[in-house]
């Protein structure tokens, strides 16, 4: 026993606190910290998905109130993977913003501090048992995310951070209304609980429920129409921010929509409406990021559309589907986040972020120039790189399903998408440069990074089986209600006994 | 460790070391480059023996390469041309930036075919096809010229096709839940109706695609005059050779057990002759060599596609034949053209003339190849047309055969335009100091092209392993009764005995030749080609006499109305079209946070009233 | 060895009945021409001195090795037309390879030398020569369409692509193609006119306007080789018409008669005839003639 | 066909020369108004093609150069230049009296006066201008000199190429040509 | 422990009605008015809404204090049962508990605004959201 899931969320809590008290003794120490931290959670989370693997979910109960009625976290295979995977990206994140830009100590310290939270809600909202303890964790994320979306002072970031913060205020507004029906119905707030007595729910109230949830959670899973937020926010974020954005605060958004759909509630045609939905989001994205002239929305719009996908894929609802989104997940966080972290050195000096200035820039920025390409080839599903994989098992989920009209639609879409991210490489590679751009080259730790992402994007494509027995195992564990709910409930079981 | 692994694990180490080896010396990456197509090559053709098998899990879907026949036998157009090519490119690469890349890109795409030929399922054929696009896309765009425009449309229409494919292939595996193409073959019979209609028609959009066939053959003219000539004699005469490849089976093994094949096959078989027609009108137009090359490469195709679609065994094998054949001959003036463009830095038929005594190698590998594309009898490129023509006639496509016919003739106009355009016509003090190309450029050409000319006497020695490859499709055999080693036959029984008929011509021809290099010897000299008889005038210097411009200028006119628009023109109409949908719906986000909310509320409102349909 | 020196002869022979045969025919040609406008003409023997002349006439330049060449080409079509055409009914007298080839190989052997002087006529850098090539070729295009159209009607219609087939099938029933099939015949002979090159399709040698076209910097012993060839193609072309619509000739005097029967057709019509200009010729050819030819193909699949 | 025996190069001469005369391939530079009269020298009413006389549209297919009608120094330049790029055996048939002496251009300051003193001329037709039937007659008179082997001024000009050369080369200022050396 | 919505008094309806209108106000003003300040102080209405309708889930009328206080436990053992029959009169803490904590975020959130506002205050000058419109499409 290495540690407790707990400690995902207690220690980076307590990191964050004392940033600024260490700060003030030794300042390297902010930047130091975070890393340290989370190269810590990272081997726990190492850890306990072999535990998991070996010996089954772990439920952690929460000072001693034993489900259902205190706070209890869960590991599955399912969670862990996320969390593992997030912590991970935050890790990698934090490599790569290491020396980005040279933000002073003060802003350092904010800068940190807010990433780490973000990280620890996002954590949070995968590994909690309890349905308020993961709106406040959507809380926390969310509040740390307007604040880092508006970190830079120059840009319009306050705009896209008001924005956010709008329909971010909405969401929760819906969240604590779905809380209360539920609540106000049940009695419980513990989800395993609530699984359980769901059918004790009046079906208009539960349908409701699930409405106000969907609505809440899908503004955070950028689902269209509530992804208004997202190409503003990935866009005016600083680099760093928008890889996290993609690679761990949607998968915590996507997480949480798809534990109320799948575990909560179990209302038939919501897959229906899940595919539906998702592919408007994956079509509507992709049109609107073929026009685009600024490379970081054109990558927050790709984003939204590959969230649409999984959507897509979490609603074709068989064990191959919901494997198939897990693995878009996965893929996607890697893949957008050394988009978003190349993509980020390109544009580098632009206050702009056109598309345009990124124009010749394989001669001065080479490795990155390059990554970036082998992200763009890698997230339209070319093989032999890691997002084909993914693509061919939606596919292939798809068509046991016999759904030709999503295949055909996916594939179309991904034509449009294989088009904008061709043509940005192509100027990357082959335009001339663009007089008044300098390109700032990379520093050491975020190629690093960088690196990292490129060689997992290798290695998934090459040997997909190096995490296609986490993703079988996950996806298992999220559509095994009974046995979360056992797995969660006979806990409180053995406690009270 | 099996050597089908081995010559993969080659190739890749090959392509990876030489992308590295570049950053260190230019002589070790060519190196590597030259030892990694060789010793694939000889591991290729001597280790591994048709009927070997190699198979494993992968993703937990079980993969099986192997190699037939029939894979054999474009494996030896693969191989062949890319060995010659990889000698020429040494040489006409030189001097260029980003080697690494472009010989890595080169060796990649080799791998993909190999391994397109050697897959036996369906997830590594497509995988390896996914790998020849994006590698041969690499090598379109290395110039760097119009890659928004040439680069886009191939990706784009290569991805068409690819999804295409895609889809037919979930289809399958949805079906059958196994991957091996074998099995597919074995049980598309039961298959329902509308698959069974639908499989063959998705296959064949993505072969098609690499088959340059009209109408998705938009990309290929800028693509092929985009790449590197040392690329795009393999790009021409190889890859596009896995879309016939890939149309053979799809044709033999499923279209056959159709119901309605016919309809099927004589779609597909007008449609390669109006490509074949198309391609060629459009050649004739160019005043690239590059462009006129790629466009007769579409039409070429496109008489292969027609021989495969007929699928008789007569045209399966000129379609085969042709396939070879088409790397030969195609493969030589792609290097020519290269030569040419590396020598004089120009491929313009209008700026570029008189190169006949200036490279003179170049110009009878052109010949020869320019003379077995035409299809004229002393060459092999007269065999493949024949054994076209007299299947078609023998299989009752009258109108079909006078449609190819037609391109056959009108490609007589292209081919003397390039002969004519390069190395006939005035001499220009422009290009007086030109000097031939390299011994290494002019050998891999000049074996081509004496490629075309052994196969033209004896083209039993390429007939017999495309029987071989027509046996593991399930045609009987048909050595001795419609081909031997110098014999044809059609199903008629009537026969072209060629060895008499090509050693009278070569008899005549010497003969008259010999007798007017003896007459008046002495007397007969060499004068420059300014010395013509223009009214008396002495033509300057600076007077350019060659007729280069409007070449064909009444012919076009009298084919006009067939040629107003190019198919390109309505991609882009549609292209801009859909631009114009984006870009009008990207609106939606209209920057107004209040909106967004409102959206919300909109979402949740519709969603509360449809509630009761949605959630049922 | 001895099969090699009996085609040999057998070659030699029919060049020679087709040299004479063909300059002969040049020379009426020229006669009637003359005739028809008021003229008295050259002797029908004034070909025969041409000819003579041109061979005895000096080259003391050529610019390449392809006009060299250009000549030897043409002679190969003309010759292995000859070869591969059976002069007679009878093999006898002119052994050849007609066994060899068949209509698709002709077909091509007969455009081998067109091409082949043309690469000749490239090399010697007159663009008159080089305009006249491309009128020739696009104009070549024009009337291969119903040339072809024929023969395959003729091929599916009796089931052979083999020459000797389709004289044998003719000397069994008795009945001469042309007669059996009409329309083949009509869109074969319409291209004749074009292959012919007299007007109106003499666009491409125009005098007015190219010099002499392809021929512009040939004098002496090119062009010697060329009329010679071109009488000997010209005879070769005549007698597989003859072969092939009219039931062969069981001799000499009957080829001739045929085959000058044949001539008349496009000398006549060019004789009253203006130019067309090269697309005009194509769309000609692409008309009526292909016409005929498409109702050759229906009549061979349908009756 | 090297054939050196003196008689039979005297059998071969004499049907070569029957070749030739019976078969004049002319190239008519109509420069002067000599060149109205070879229309109707050549059409129905005069009918030249029964002699073998025939139009030639090229000079290296050409025999005879017909000169119809006065030089001036400008097209006499053209003039050698066709010359020279005929093949042998060649002939030149003057047109007029102003190929002889200059006919009514006698004075004029540049047209050239004698033909014969830049070009070998075989045969001069008198007249101003000579009617078809002396063109004839002039045909007639060529063929006799070519049968009797005595139309050789291709020969005369070979061999005093230089003194034609200077008289050449005295009338045009811009002398700028290729050597003729065969 | 069963709540229902529908049987609750008419007083509790009134909970339930001022909740839902205050909802509707905050969520109008969030909404339509075009001012920065006004929107926030929409969504704080809004906030409030929720908390009220929260509380009033919880809500039992004339409940006592959810403590289980030494006086109220005397000597009953800690079983299921007892703890059941104690709380009956209660009322329930748990929203309560929530509702502290949705204040707290509503706080936060209502503090990150307007540090927001003034930022697009001094960027833009002006408060109006339809002309904040520099990222779109």
Not at chain 4, 152 to 180: C, S, T
């Amino acid at each position: 026993m290495v540690g407790t899931p707990v400690l995902f969320i207690a220690i980076p809590l307590l990191a964050a606190f004392l940033i600024p008290l260490l700060g003030f003794v030794w300042k390297e120490s902010v930047r130091i910290l975070p890393g340290l931290v989370l190269l810590y959670l990272l081997y726990l989370a190492v850890n306990l998905m072999g535990q998991v693997a070996h010996s089954g979910t772990i439920v952690e109960v929460i000072a001693g109130w034993a489900p259902p009625w205190g706070i209890n976290l869960v590991f599955s295979p399912l969670t862990g993977l996320l969390t593992t995977l997030m912590i991970l990206m935050g890790f990698i994140i934090w490599i790569y913003s290491y020396r980005f830009k040279n933000i002073d100590f003060r802003e350092a310290v904010k800068y940190f501090i807010l990433l780490l939270m973000m990280i620890t809600g996002s954590v949070g909202i995968v590994l909690t048992g309890d349905i308020f303890n993961q709106f406040v964790f959507i809380e926390i994320t969310s509040i740390s995310a307007y604040a880092l979306t508006a970190f830079y002072k120059g840009r319009d970031s306050a705009e896209a951070s008001f924005k956010y913060l709008i329909i971010g205020s909405l969401s929760s507004m819906f969240l604590l209304l779905a809380i209360v029906l539920i609540y106000s119905q049940l009695g419980t707030l513990n989800m395993a609980d609530i699984a359980d007595k769901a059918h004790l729910m009046k079906p208009g109230f539960k349908i409701l429920a699930l409405i106000f949830f969907i609505t809440g959670l899908g503004i955070e899973a950028e689902i269209f129409p509530l992804n208004g937020w997202t190409p503003d926010a990935y866009a005016q974020a600083p680099g760093p921010v928008g890889a996290a954005f993609s690679g761990i605060v949607v998968k915590a958004g996507v997480y949480a929509m798809i534990r109320v759909i799948f575990t909560l509630f179990d209302v038939s045609g919501t897959h229906q409406f899940l595919i539906i939905i998702g592919m408007i989001t994956l079509i509507i994205a992709e049109m609107a990021a073929v026009k685009q002239d600024r490379l970081k929305r054109m990558l927050a719009y790709s984003s939204i559309g590959q969230m649409g996908l999984v959507i897509v894929a979490f609603g074709i609802g068989t064990e191959e589907g919901v494997f198939a989104a897990l693995f878009l997940m996965l893929n996607h966080a890697i893949i957008k986040s050394l988009l978003f972290l190349s993509g980020s050195y390109l544009v580098y000096n632009s206050t702009e972020k056109y598309i345009h200035e990124t124009d010749g820039l394989a001669k001065h920025l080479p490795i990155t120039s390059f990554l970036f390409a082998l992200g763009a080839i890698a997230i339209v599903g070319m093989p032999p790189f890691a997002g084909f994989w993914s693509k061919w098992s939606i596919l292939s989920a798809a068509a046991h399903s016999n759904m030709i009209l999503v295949i055909v639609l996916i594939l179309s879409v991904s034509i449009i998408e294989l088009v904008y991210y061709f043509r940005v490489v192509n100027r990357i590679y082959f335009f001339p440069k663009q007089k008044e751009v300098e390109p700032k080259r990379p520093t050491i730790n975020a190629l690093i990074a960088m690196s990292i992402l490129g060689i997992l994007i290798l290695v998934i494509g090459f040997y997909p089986d190096s995490v296609t027995g986490y993703l079988h195992s996950a996806s298992q564990s999220l559509l095994e209600k009974g046995k979360y709910i056992q797995d969660v409930l006979s806990t409180g079981q053995l406690f009270i006994q | 460790m099996n050597m089908i692994y081995i010559v993969f694990i080659v190739l890749l180490g090959g392509a990876l070391l030489t992308f590295f080896a570049n950053r260190i010396s230019g002589l070790l990456r060519d190196t590597f480059f030259l030892l990694t197509i060789l010793a694939t090559t000889v591991l290729f053709f001597t280790k591994i023996h048709i009927g070997d098998t190699v198979s494993f899990t992968l993703a937990g879907l079980n993969l099986k390469w192997g190699l037939d026949a029939f894979g054999w036998y474009f494996s030896l157009i693969v191989l062949g041309l890319g060995t010659m090519a990889a000698f020429y490119a040494l040489s006409y690469m030189k001097g260029k930036d980003r080697l690494g890349y472009f010989y890595f890109s080169f060796l990649i795409s080799i791998l993909s075919m190999l391994g397109i030929l050697m897959s036996h399922d369906l997830v590594s054929f497509f995988i390896f096809w996914e790998v020849m696009t994006w590698s041969s896309y690499l090598i379109v765009i290395y110039s760097g010229r119009n890659v928004q425009k040439n680069g886009i449309n191939y990706i784009l229409l290569s991805a068409l096709g690819a999804y295409a494919m895609l889809t037919a292939i979930v289809m399958v595996y949805a079906n059958i839940h196994t991957l091996s193409i074998s099995e597919m073959i074995n049980t598309y019979p039961q298959f329902s109706h509308v698959q069974q209609v639908w499989l063959p028609v998705l296959f064949l959009m993505a072969f098609s695609v690499k088959a340059a066939m009209m109408p998705l053959h938009v990309w290929a003219p800028g693509a092929y005059s985009d790449a590197p000539m040392a690329y795009t004699s393999v790009f021409s005469g190889a890859l596009s050779k896995m879309g016939i490849y890939g149309m053979v089976i799809v044709f033999v093994s499923m279209i056959s057990y159709l119901p309605d094949d016919t309809l099927f096959k004589e779609t597909f078989a007008w449609l390669g002759a109006i490509t074949a027609i198309l391609g060629t009108l459009w050649a004739i137009a160019q005043d690239d060599a590059r462009k006129l090359l790629a466009y007769s490469s579409i039409a070429q195709l496109g008489y292969i596609i027609t021989g495969v679609a007929v699928g008789t065994d007569l045209a399966m094998l000129s379609a085969l034949f042709l396939a070879a054949l088409h790397a030969l001959f195609k493969g030589t003036l792609f290097m020519a053209v290269g030569a040419i463009e590396r020598q004089t830095g120009t491929v313009k038929f209008t700026e570029v003339t008189g190169l006949i005594r200036k490279m003179p190698w170049t110009f009878i590998a052109s010949l020869l190849a320019i003379i077995a594309l035409a299809g004229i009898p002393p060459l092999g490129g007269f065999v493949g047309k024949w054994m076209l023509y007299e299947s078609l006639i023998n299989s009752n496509h009258y109108i079909l055969v006078i449609a190819i016919f037609f391109a056959s003739t009108a490609a007589f106009l292209y081919c003397y335009k390039f002969l004519f355009g390069f190395f006939l016509g005035q001499e220009e003090k422009e290009w007086e100091n030109v000097k031939e190309a390299p011994a290494l450029m002019v050998l891999p050409m000049l074996i081509l092209a004496a490629g075309t000319l052994v196969l033209g006497t004896f083209p039993g020695i390429l007939l017999k392993p495309a029987d071989a490859a027509m046996q593991t499709l399930g045609y009987a055999s048909t050595e001795g009764h419609l081909w031997s080693m110098s014999i044809l036959f059609n199903e008629w029984g009537d026969q072209v005995l060629l060895r008499p008929l090509v050693y009278a011509i070569a008899g005549t021809f010497l003969f008259f030749l010999i007798i007017l290099t003896v007459k008046g010897w002495k007397n007969t000299r060499y004068v420059s080609t300014k010395d013509i008889s223009s009214s008396g005038e002495v033509p300057l210097e600076y007077e350019n006499l060659t007729f280069s411009v409007n070449f064909y200028q009444p012919f076009l006119r009298a084919v006009g109305p067939v040629m107003k628009k190019r198919m390109i023109y309505y991609y882009r109409e549609f292209g801009s079209g859909m631009e114009a949908l984006f870009d009008y719906s990207r609106r939606i986000y209209n920057g107004n946070g209040q909106t967004y909310a409102i959206y919300v509320m909109i979402f949740l409102v519709i969603i509360l009233l449809f509630k009761n349909s949605i959630f049922g | 060895m001895q099969e090699i020196l009996q085609y040999t002869w057998g070659a030699l022979v029919s060049f020679v009945v087709a040299f004479t045969v063909g300059i002969t025919y040049m020379g009426l040609n020229r006669k009637i021409t003359a005739r028809v406008q008021n003229r008295i003409g050259p002797p029908w023997y004034q070909n025969f001195f041409d000819v003579l002349k041109l061979g005895s006439k000096e080259t003391s330049i050529h610019h390449g090795v392809m006009q060299h060449m250009g000549p030897a080409f043409i002679m190969v079509t003309a010759v292995m037309s000859l070869l591969i055409i059976p002069i007679l009914n009878d093999n006898r007298f002119f052994p050849n390879l007609n066994f060899h080839g068949d209509l698709v190989f002709l077909l091509y052997i007969m455009v081998f030398g067109p091409l082949g002087m043309a690469l000749g006529a490239g090399q010697t850098g007159n663009p008159n020569s080089a305009i006249g090539v491309t009128r020739g070729l696009s104009q070549m295009v024009g009337f291969e369409i119903p040339w072809v159209m024929a023969l395959v009607a003729l091929m599916i219609q009796y089931k052979t692509t083999s020459i000797v087939d389709l004289m044998n099938l003719q000397a069994e029933t008795g009945r001469w193609l042309m007669f059996t099939s009409p329309f083949a015949f009509l869109a074969a002979v319409l291209a004749m006119l074009g292959m012919f090159r007299y007007a109106p399709f003499d666009i491409v040698g125009a005098p007015q306007e190219l010099a002499s076209g392809p021929m512009s910097e040939n004098g002496g012993k090119y062009l010697f080789v060329m009329m010679s060839a071109g009488s000997v193609f010209a005879f070769a072309k005549l007698t597989l018409y003859v072969d092939l619509f009219m039931g062969g000739a069981n001799n000499l005097i009957i080829l001739v008669v045929k085959t000058f029967i044949l001539y008349l057709i496009p000398m006549l019509y060019g004789i009253v005839s203006p130019r067309y200009r090269t697309e005009q010729a194509i769309r000609y050819f692409w008309g009526w003639p292909s016409l005929f030819g498409l109702l050759a193909i229906l009549q061979a699949v349908f009756l | 066909m090297m054939i050196n025996d003196k008689n039979s190069q005297k059998i071969v001469d004499i049907i070569q020369n029957y070749a030739r005369k019976h078969s004049l391939w002319i190239l008519a530079y109509g420069t002067g108004c000599g060149a109205i009269e070879i229309p109707p020298t050549m059409t129905s009413r005069y009918d030249a093609e029964r002699l073998g006389v025939r139009g030639a549209a090229t000079p290296r297919q050409a025999d005879v150069l017909l000169i119809t009608g006065y030089l001036t120094t400008k097209t006499l330049k053209r003039v050698i230049r066709v010359y020279e790029q005929m093949q042998d055996p060649k002939y030149v048939i003057g047109f007029g009296s102003c190929t002889i002496n200059g006919g009514m251009y006698w004075d004029s300051y540049n047209t050239i006066k004698a033909l014969d003193r830049y070009l070998p001329v075989d045969v001069f037709i008198n007249g101003c201008m000579p009617r078809p039937e002396a063109v004839l007659a002039g045909f007639a008179k060529l063929q006799e000199l070519i049968q009797a082997g005595k139309a050789d001024g291709a020969r005369k000009y070979k061999e005093n190429l230089e003194w034609y050369r200077a008289n050449q080369k005295k009338v045009i200022p811009n002398w700028r040509m290729p050597e003729y050396n065969w | 422990m069963e709540f229902k919505l529908f049987d609750l008094s008419i007083v509790e309806y009134a909970f339930f009605i001022t909740a839902v209108l205050i909802i509707l106000i905050g969520l109008y003003g969030a909404l339509v008015k075009k001012t920065l300040i006004k929107i926030v102080i929409g969504l704080s209405v809004l906030d409030a809404g929720i908390n009220l309708l929260l509380i009033s889930v919880g809500y039992v009328k004339s409940g006592t204090a959810p403590i289980f206080s030494p006086a109220l436990i005397k000597d009953m053992p800690l079983t299921l049962e007892n703890i059941k029959k104690l709380s009956e009169g209660m009322v329930d803490p748990v929203p309560q508990a929530l509702v502290l904590t949705a204040i707290v975020i509503g706080f936060g959130v209502t503090a990150v605004a307007l540090s927001l506002v003034i930022r697009l205050y001094r960027h833009h000058h002006t408060l109006n959201i339809d002309e904040i419109k520099n990222l779109k499409w």
